[in-house]
């Protein structure tokens, strides 16, 4: 069955960001209460912080890591991320 397709967009990093390709991302009990709809928000939405994954681009700015870095929750203040590594 298809449901449909899906129009693939890579946002770029704006100055001082980095863009993650994201390979695992664990969900916590904050996902369980969205889910029940005891935190309001809006769907679609993606599911689970603290994520792990691969610098894959660079904004202008960035000095203290570089494409290839792999990086995982303490250090990962996400915007937007690619998830289909």
């Given amino acids: 069955m298809v449901l449909g397709k899906l129009e693939k967009f890579t946002p770029e990093p704006d100055a001082n960001q980095v863009l993650i390709k994201v390979g695992a991302s664990r969900l916590c009990y ?12 809006q769907f679609p939405r993606t599911l689970g912080h603290e994520p792990v994954g691969e610098i894959v681009a660079i904004g202008s700015g960035v000095t203290s890591r570089q494409v290839g870095d792999r ?13 289909d590594m």
């Fill in 71 to 83: 990086v995982a929750n303490g250090e990962v203040r996400f915007r937007a991320v690619i998830t």
């Fill in 30 to 41: 904050t996902n369980v209460h969205i889910t029940k709809g005891n935190i309001p928000t």
